[in-house]
């Protein structure tokens, strides 16, 4: 079996999916043995079950949303390796002077902004940010509790007075966080 990854993966392959995503060869194989791990029905894509059976992922609040941001970009509910490596090279750690599109700030900003862009309109509303905090803390805190942190944050982040979040306010909102950090996971070379 570990020789299977490396069997299957085209060397042309490897060096594009490094070019378009930062990762080094040595990732790239190790994700790609992750990946055909993952393809319970051994053809090439994963579907939205074969993410939920990842017990570090089922057992996160956002599990859903994040399940879905791997399917973005998928036009048959099926993630292909590429896709699956592109939605992970937007949680590598951003090294100075290596620039990559998939991997800056924006990218990482804009990653986190669609969590909570629900339905997709390039905007946050209170719904939205009510249902992700409900996600989020569950039963922990009441509903009138929530509807108040909802309506705060949307008051004080709504710079455009529209009444919901834009990605533009979202980054205003973030501005000195550190992101680059905060989404951001080691992989193993």
Do not use: W
């Amino acid at each position: 079996m570990g020789n299977k990854s490396s069997l299957l993966l085209r060397e042309e392959e490897i060096a594009q999916i490094q070019e378009d995503t930062g990762f080094t060869p040595a990732q790239i194989e190790r994700l790609y043995s992750r990946f055909t791990s993952l393809d319970r029905s051994d053809c090439g894509t994963l579907s939205r079950e074969d993410f939920l059976r990842i017990p570090e992922l089922a057992i996160n609040p956002l599990c859903d949303r994040i399940v879905h941001s791997f399917f973005t970009d998928s036009n048959d509910d099926r993630v292909n390796f590429r896709q699956f490596m592109q939605v992970l090279a937007r949680f590598r750690t951003i090294k100075p002077g290596k620039d990559n599109k998939l991997n800056s700030r924006e990218e990482k900003l804009r990653f986190a902004f669609k969590m909570y862009d629900l339905d997709d309109d390039e905007t946050i509303s209170k719904d939205e940010l009510l249902n992700i905090l409900h996600m989020m803390v569950g039963a922990n805190i009441s509903q009138d509790q929530l509807l108040s942190i909802a309506e705060r944050t949307i008051l004080e982040a709504d710079q455009s007075g529209i009444g919901k979040i834009t990605f533009e306010d979202f980054c205003r909102v973030l501005e000195r966080s550190d992101i680059e950090k905060k989404m951001s996971i080691r992989f193993l070379n």
